[in-house]
């Protein structure tokens, strides 16, 4: 039984506190999967109340990007210090997503080796649907791909499909630049012909619009698949949203 520990409408689990109700839920369940790199602050909380926790981290093995803002955004006391200054976003390299799917695979095969076959059979399935290029040959050619998203959450994506990221919106989510910060944001775009401003689903677009009316540069939505929109969502139907959308931004 695959239960989620948060809340569909959660978001990105940077500063996440755990509740009396997770730690009920965790007492009771045979494997923590996490996503791992750093995202999941609270995790020594975890350890400390169940330390024999079987815990699958899914982006073991995968090589991070160091961070340009986590220093200013995420210095947080949850000891998790020497993970902070890299980014935990992997999922959105569609590669590192299918690395993601068979780390789960083995790690599961290793606790209950009992039902390894269908393991197997259920990771194969999921990855041939998995499409690291995802389609955007169209665009290869394209000299100037540079773009600003709404904040570091696409490091992995825009290395994946040969996007240039010259700046983003909010050095931490959900908390608005200071005039400063998005008069710097409004010349850096005018100055490298920047095509698009990416925002995000979860978070207001108040302020990219403000760079927007400044800069004459559309804005975009690239969704980083932190909450789960209905129960007919899923990854990789967001991914090719999120694909169709780098299409029209460069068409």
Known sequence: ELINMTNSATGCLHDYSLTTDNIKLLEDCDVFIINGAGMESFLDKVLEQKPDLKIIDASEGIELIKSDYMDESHNHDHGHDHD???????????????KQVENIENKLIEYNSINKDKYSQNAREYVAFMDPRGGLSFYLNIKNKNIVTFHEAFPYFAKEYGLNIVGVVQREAGSEPSAKELQETIEKIKKLDVKAICVEPQYSTKAAETISKETNVKVYTLDPIVTEESKNSSYIDIMNKNLETLKEAFK
């Open 84 to 98: 902070e200054e890299y980014n935990p976003h992997v999922w959105l390299s569609v590669e590192n997503a299918i």
